[in-house]
């Protein structure tokens, strides 16, 4: 069958087969008829609910399905989930190579975190593609991709990093957020831990949070294993919602991928625009490396608004009437979001014409979402 097809049929309750949809489980205390029904369940079975019932179970494997993994751990965020993909890589003390333009939050955790786990974390230029062999030295143990890169959406070269990684022994984590896993899958491209916050395109309603992380081989075992030991559980509520979205995501982000481009050539176009942060457009210095590893592209990008300040930025966000203002993205409904505020780059310093505005496009009409635009910015 094609992915599409198998999308749509994929995590279907084994149990309950008269139900288009699984039933949602909730329960911590699962009873068992014997002892050893309760501490060595069949293969299937749980024996506790942290672990997650159903319809956890048709989600992971929904999930599994998606990115042709062996195991998909769930985390009660996105973040959580980034943590626990990078909780599993490191398995000794060292350097990790992590990208200059990861997740804010993320970066915290590596800033913060990673140093008391022993590893210390070293940032690299999105746009080193092979050239990370130099960075990498008997002492690194991780690399942390994230393609495109938040808020600035580089691209990043992954079969070339996979390679110049797995010829040193070191193991790959990306933050897949992007692509939703539909739009590229990373493990393909050879990573090892691939990372998703399923609050954004999964979910696609702006109503819960949730993160997947998906593995294969030995690195899905000790996914598993981590997912464990930290105590990670979500909810069956938000389970359920979770794999109800993933059976329109194509369509979602094939609506916000194709308005979300129309709109980036017209603000390209755009007297007052200087410049925009899309790599589907082909006058991204990314396009080529989009075009070889992504299908199509999703809907969310930037743009600078020419020598305008941080606060200018943020008064041409706050005049639209269609786009709402808010963090996350991915949901049905269209956000702008001023970001200078959260901008931090070590590796290369972040240098703007403007200030830098980013969108999520949502399902609305293309006419409708350009007239809000091209009012404010007149
Ligand atoms: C939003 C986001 C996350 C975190 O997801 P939450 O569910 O909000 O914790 C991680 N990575 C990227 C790239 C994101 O945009």
């Known amino acids: 069958m094609k992915r599409d097809t198998r999308l749509i049929h994929s995590g279907r309750s084994q149990r309950d087969r008269e139900l288009v949809n699984p039933p949602v489980r909730r329960a911590s205390t699962v009873l068992g008829d014997s002892a050893q029904a309760l501490y060595e369940p069949t293969p299937g079975e749980h ?98 991709i994230e393609s495109p890169g938040s808020l600035t959406f580089e691209v990043q070269d992954i079969p070339a990093i996979t390679a110049a990684a ?102 390209d176009a755009h007297k007052r625009i200087a410049r925009v942060l899309h790599p589907a457009l082909p006058s991204s210095p990314d396009h080529a490396l989009y075009a070889r590893q992504f299908s199509g592209p999703a809907g969310c990008f930037a743009f600078i608004v020419k020598d305008a300040s941080a606060a200018q930025g943020e008064a041409i966000a706050e005049s639209c009437q269609l786009f709402a203002m808010g963090f996350s993205w991915g949901g049905f409904e269209s956000l702008i979001l001023p970001c200078d505020r959260q901008i931090i780059r070590t590796a290369v310093p972040w240098s703007a014409e403007g200030a830098l505005l980013r969108l999520s496009v949502g399902l609305e009409d293309v006419e409708d979402l350009w007239g809000d635009l091209a009012r404010v910015l007149g």
């Open 166 to 267: 797995r010829a040193a022994g070191v193991t790959t984590v990306i933050d897949d957020t992007w692509s939703a896993g539909w739009l590229m899958n990373p493990l393909a491209l050879g990573v090892d831990y691939a990372a998703q916050a399923l609050t954004k395109y999964a979910g696609g309603h702006s109503d819960f949070l949730m993160g997947a992380v998906a593995a294969r081989g030995a690195h899905a075992k000790r996914l598993k294993s981590q997912e464990s030991v930290n105590g990670l559980h979500v909810s069956p509520d938000d389970a359920f919602l979770c794999l109800r979205g993933l059976r329109t995501l194509p369509l979602r982000l094939e609506r916000s991928g194709a308005t979300g481009l129309e709109l980036a050539h017209r603000l």
């Open 47 to 144: 024996h506790y609910g942290r672990g997650g019932l159903s319809p956890n179970d048709e989600l992971r494997a929904a999930i599994a399905d998606m990115y042709e993994a062996d195991h998909v751990g769930l985390a009660p965020s996105g973040l959580a989930s980034v943590v626990l993909a990078l909780r599993a890589a490191v398995t000794g003390p060292g350097e990790a190579l992590i990208t200059d333009s990861a997740y804010k939050p993320v970066r915290r955790f590596c800033d913060e975190e990673l140093p008391r786990l022993g590893v210390t974390p070293r940032y690299y230029d999105p746009r080193i593609g092979a050239d990370i062999a130099q960075l990498i030295t008997p002492q690194t143990r991780m690399i942390l």
